[in-house]
Every structure is written in C-alpha cells, then in structure tokens.
C-alpha cells in the first residue's frame, strides 16, 4: 500500500505535473481561463493519461527500447483522438471552446513522460494508478488556477457548467461580486495565467519551506556526541 | 548582474547626490512644474490621484517589506516608492475611481517591484507595468481624459466646467458627481489626430475644439510637456541623469515623425512640433526613459535605448491601436535593456576594441 501512497503524494503535490515539473503548460496558461474549460482539459488530460498509461504498462515487455518513444506516441495519440472524438459527441459546444487544445494533449510532455519514466517500468495496477493521480494533480492545478482567473477576471465561478454536466449545472453559476463587477481583464489574459501560475508555485514552494522548518524544529537531537567523519562518507 | 557594476548610475558627480534618498528626493522636486501645470489645465484630479499612489503605494511598500522580513523603514526613506506614486500619479488620467489606484500601486509596488527583489531588482519600470495593466483591464476608466481648462473656456454655450474639490473627490471615491455637468471629459489631441476621419490637419485644428485654444500642439497638454521639459532639464544640470537617453528619444521621435508628416494631408500622422509636445512625451523622456534601474546603461547603450523607445512611440502613435504609446515603448525597451547592455560594452582601458560580448 505504501507504493500507492508514494505515488498519489508524488502525483498530487511533491512532483506535480504542473507545479514542479512544469510539463503541460501550453494547455495550462491557455485554456483556464474558467472552472468549465479548466476541468474540461483537465479530465481529457487525466483520461488520456490513464489510457495510456495502462497500455504502456501492457506493452512495456514487447516493444524494444529503440522503438519505444514511436510507439508511447502512437498509443497518447489514438487515446487523445478517442477522447476528442468523446468530446465531440458529448460535450459538443465545450468541445468547440477547448478547440485546438484537445488534439494538443498528444504533444503533453506530462503525458510522455510518465509513460517512459513509470509505466514502461512498472505493471499493469501501479501504472494505471499513477496515471490516476498524476493527471488528477495536474487537473486540481488547471482547477485552482481556471477559479482564480474567473474570479478575478469576470466576478463569476462555475459559470456555464452545463456545458459539461448537462443543463441542470447551469444554475450553478455563482456571482462573487455583485453584477457591476467591471472585471479585471489581465486576469483572463495570458499574462494573467502566467501571474496566477507563478504565485500558485509561489504558494507551494513557500508551505514546502514551511514544512521542512517544522520538521527541522521537531527533530528530536540525539543525546552524546557523535563523531563527525571529515574525510567523506562511508556507505 | 555584473556590468552593472562598472557604469551604474545614478553617476555621483556631486557628493550631495551621492545617495539614492537625494536622488529621488531630485526627481520629486523636479515634478512639481508638471503637477502644477496638470493641476492648473485639468484641475485638482492629479493632485488626488499622487495623494492617494503615494498612500498605497508606501502602504504595499512598508507591508511588503515586512513580509520580506526587510527593515521597512530603511527602504521607505530612500523614497523611491514615493517616486514611483507620483509618476504613477501622473501618468493615470485626472479624477480615476479609487480603487483603479490601488490596482494599480499593487503591481507597481509589489509585482514590478518586491516580488523582483525590491529598489535594484526591478527589470521592468514599475510605475509602467501599472499603467499598462491598468490600460489593458480597465480601458474604460483609463480613457476618461479630461477636457482642459482653455478649451473649456473657449466653448460658447457650453455649460461645462472643470471638477472643483469636493465634485472632484466625489467622481474619485463614488465614480459620478451629480453636480458636475456632462462634457468635462474629451479625447486626448493625440487621440483627436489619430481619428481623423480623413480631414487634413488644418481642418482638424479648426473644426476640433481641443485646438480651440492650442498654440502650437494640443489644448493643455503642450503646456503640460513645457513643465515637464523644464523639470527635466532641471535633472540634467542637477546631474541626476545624462541627456543620452532622453535626447536620442525625443530625437528619433523628432526624425520619424518629420518623415511622415507630408504637410499636414489627411494621411499626416502629426507634426513633429504635436508629437513631441503631446501626451506623454517629455514625462517619459525625462522621468521614465531615465530610470537608472530598468534602463540600459552603458552610455552607446543609452542612446540606442533611448532612440528605440522614440522610434516606438511613434509607431505605435501612428499605426497602433492605442493613441499614447510611451509606457508600452518603455516596457518593450525594458526587455531590450540587458541585451543592449551586452552588445555595447566599453571598452576597458588599455585594452583592444571591445569584442561586444562575441564570441569569435
């Protein structure tokens, strides 16, 4: 179970997709402009991800490594082209408003590269797993930063969800500040994305920091002295 | 950052100027013509507006240095945010709504300047990065230009008047003042030459009310360049600055802006004399363009620095989507800055020509 653990904390937080590795962040700066489009990408993403993760994993010991990267692509790409074509059947009008952005989760290095650095090392249920939660870290990402810069940009949060969630979400739409909110425009805009983006890692950074400090204060010191090697390590 | 270190200005000449405290104290004293012409063309707005930068900005200052675990009433001394409020302040148009200020003295002070570093650290000119996401998000509240008090005086019939004191506090903190009459706000001259609607210049001067009362540029604001022009000649022969910067701006504004000009047909994009006594000008050539911090500085440097952002101005004055361009000019060149930097090297005594940073 502790592999589990492993992988969700790394997924989630201590090696997120977009917070630490930075991967993704074409789709990231340009499609959070609300919570809709954000968690649109994001489950495309997460889907894709776990797809091919698993596939990797099931090939992992038939592909040769000269060929590998050829073929991990070809897998992303046919799972991206089955969720864009879900999409397109589905969810048709958000469909349109992700635009480009959808066929462009192929080119999301977050995705090659959990197939190469984990699933074409590891079997079936880990991988899957790790799929799982890498892309659900890197959704509650797009998440956080699709309501700050829908908040600030235009005073609403969970507008128009019935593009996703069918009609009955589009009551959920909440105004923040009143209707003669007049919007702060930066917000919506790229530079907005890449503000809200370097504060969110600002945020991280800064609770790791705080983190680390607490433990460093809670360390229990041992008692007597302890010889210091000047000469190197031993192992 | 290291060739800051053999050419950083502000260059003491003068042990008097030898601190940054006396420098922007200079730089605040030689603002005052233009506040005052400001103040006496739109009345009190500019004044309100550099009250309440200077309050939120030294506020986001101290708070942030706190933060940073800085001594904050070190920092706050050296008056630098102070410097920023005002040009700041000067730079938002007259009688803008509160809150717009504070946005603004945010990114000014703790975007552009703490979260880089603080005073030093800044690549980018606060008061600049401000103005341009202010203009960016709020075009509404930062086209609202008032109209200035010659032209007001010249319109027959008209019963409009300058915001007083307590009219122009209302339109500050309420956004509307019911005993102010309609028409104090018009388009800029700049704007007026931009939208010419195919009418020759001379037709524009004298169908327009804006050059009802101008001399040589536009209604108000050539006197307001006049004041800063005066402010920062008063900086140079202080020795706050050397002239290349601001000298090679206005100098390839001059250069563009005679090249298209073609006597004034309904295709001239403005005299020279209009373009360098309009807008934004001279405050930005002597109070932004000089920025010690964001500004190239290498003395080669300075005048390709300071000839872009001219040559920006005009272009974007002419073919952009905005009438003013100095703040956009100004970043754009901020970018430039340390590449400019690099490229134009001195050389070091007793050495052969600078290689300019090649490798060979």
Known sequence: ?235 | MSFMKQQSSPHAHSARLATSNNVMQQVLLATVPGIVALSWNFGPGTLINIVLCSLFCLSFEAAFLKLRGRNALFYIKDCSALVTAFLLGIALPAYAPWWLLVVGCFFAIVVAKQLYGGLGYNPFNPAMVAYVVLLISFPVEMTRWALDAGTLSSLSGVDAALPNLSQALQLVFTGHAPSLADGWTAATPLDVVKQSQGLTLDQLYQNQAIFNSAVFAGGGWEWVNIAFLLGGLYLLYKGVFTWHAPVAMLVSLLLLSALFYDGGSSASKGSPLFHLFSGATMFGAFFIVTDPVSSAVSTKGRLIYGACIGALVFVIRAWGNYPDAVAFAVLLMNFAAPFIDYYTLPRTYGHKKAQSGRVK
């Open chain 1, 1 to 235: 179970m502790s592999e589990y653990k492993e992988l969700s904390l790394n997924g989630l937080w201590k090696n997120n997709p977009a917070l630490v590795q930075l991967l993704g962040l074409c789709p990231l700066l340009a499609v959070t402009g609300s919570v809709v489009n954000a968690l649109g990408l994001g489950l495309a993403t997460m889907a894709v991800l776990i797809g091919s993760n698993i596939a990797v994993s099931l090939i992992r010991n038939a592909v040769s490594d000269a060929i590998r990267l050829p073929a991990f692509v070809m897998i992303i790409a046919s799972f991206t082209t089955g969720t864009e074509l879900l999409m397109q059947a589905f969810t048709y009008e958000l469909y349109q408003i992700l635009g480009i952005f959808i066929p462009l989760i192929v080119t999301n290095c977050a995705i090659l590269g959990r197939a190469d650095a984990y699933a074409s090392k590891n079997s079936l249920l880990p991988s899957a797993f790790d799929g799982l939660m890498m892309g659900l870290g890197f959704m509650l990402v797009l998440l956080a930063i699709g309501a700050i810069r829908e908040v600030l940009g235009a005073g609403s949060l969970f507008a128009n969800m019935d593009l996703l969630f069918g009609a009955s979400a589009s009551s959920w739409e909440l105004q923040l500040f009143g209707a003669n909110y007049k919007g702060f425009l930066v917000a919506v805009l790229p530079p907005g994305a890449f503000l809200v983006t370097g504060l969110l890692i600002a945020i991280k950074n800064g609770v790791d920091t705080y983190i680390e400090k607490r433990a460093a204060a809670n360390k229990v010191l041992v008692k007597g002295s302890k010889r210091v090697r000047t000469t190197g390590n031993v192992a």
